[in-house]
């Protein structure tokens, strides 16, 4: 429901508010989805520096996760190091 939340106000123009939406859904070691929506956020604002350290903690964190969890979270692992790809590089 945040997410949605947050997508609207950027919608609504009001993008420093999303961001704070956002930035309180960023906690490590969870909200994953959440914290990738953000990195999508950064992403559609712009803000290349930004987006490249959210999405290297991401990783790290990922690189701990084992065993049924990270199965769990194949999907989202994907989708991390594929946007790291496209708007980072390697």
Same mark, same amino acid.
């Given at each position: 429901? /945040? %997410?949605?939340?947050?997508?609207?106000?950027?919608?609504?123009?009001? !993008?420093? #508010?999303? #961001?704070?939406?956002?930035?309180?859904?960023?906690?490590?070691? +969870?909200?994953?989805?959440? /914290?990738?929506?953000?990195?999508?956020?950064?992403? $559609?604002?712009?803000?290349? $520096?930004?987006?490249?350290?959210?999405?290297? @903690?991401?990783? $790290? #964190?990922?690189? %701990?996760?084992?065993?049924? !969890?990270?199965?769990?979270? /194949? $999907? %989202?692992? +994907?989708?991390?190091?594929?946007?790291?790809? @496209?708007?980072?590089?390697?």
């Amino acid at each position: 429901q /945040r %997410l949605a939340y947050a997508w609207a106000l950027k919608a609504d123009g009001r !993008e420093e #508010e999303a #961001e704070n939406v956002f930035r309180d859904m960023d906690r490590p070691n +969870t909200n994953y989805r959440q /914290r990738m929506e953000y990195c999508k956020f950064l992403v $559609d604002i712009s803000k290349k $520096d930004e987006l490249k350290k959210k999405l290297q @903690v991401l990783l $790290d #964190e990922f690189d %701990l996760i084992r065993g049924p !969890e990270r199965k769990l979270y /194949r $999907d %989202l692992i +994907t989708e991390t190091m594929d946007l790291y790809a @496209v708007h980072i590089g390697k």
